[in-house]
């Protein structure tokens, strides 16, 4: 059976820094890629980081590039992301997704890639 848990969400001031990690069980994870969604009240689910496969290879949204780094550890099956600089704007509701299993080692950027989901950790950043 499939399990993805985030952890390490919580509030935080303007400025500050978290690290969210994702503890994957269930499947292969090294055919898997990864990657960190969000979603905001009222707002549409977006991707906000993402690595493929063997970690060679990520993607981040504009609005994060710079502040968030994405990061997997084949050997404990898990991944993290650390969050610098936070801003009021990335508070959400912080999402682990698995997709695959994928040949390519490419990195996937819409919710229709990936088939397992943990149930999210809250970010609340203060002003």
């Known amino acids: 059976q499939v399990h993805l848990v985030e952890t390490g969400g919580g509030l935080v001031q303007a400025g500050g820094s978290l690290r969210l990690s994702c503890a994957a069980s269930?499947?292969?994870?090294?055919?898997?890629?990864m990657a960190w969604f969000r979603q905001a009240p009222g707002k549409e689910r977006e991707v906000v980081a993402a690595?493929?496969?063997?970690?060679?290879?990520?993607y981040y949204s504009p609005s994060v590039k710079g502040r968030f780094t994405i990061s997997r550890d084949s050997g404990k099956n898990t991944m993290d992301l650390d969050m610098n600089n936070l801003k009021s704007e990335d508070t959400a509701d912080y999402f682990c997704?698995?997709?695959?299993?994928?040949?390519?080692?490419?990195?996937?950027?819409?919710?229709?890639?990936?088939?397992?989901w943990g149930l999210g950790t809250q970010v609340t950043v203060s002003p």
């Open positions: 690595i493929s496969r063997s970690g060679g290879s990520t």
């Open positions: 997704a698995a997709g695959g299993p994928y040949y390519r080692d490419e990195n996937y950027i819409t919710p229709f890639d990936y088939d397992y």
């Open positions: 269930g499947f292969a994870f090294d055919y898997y890629a």
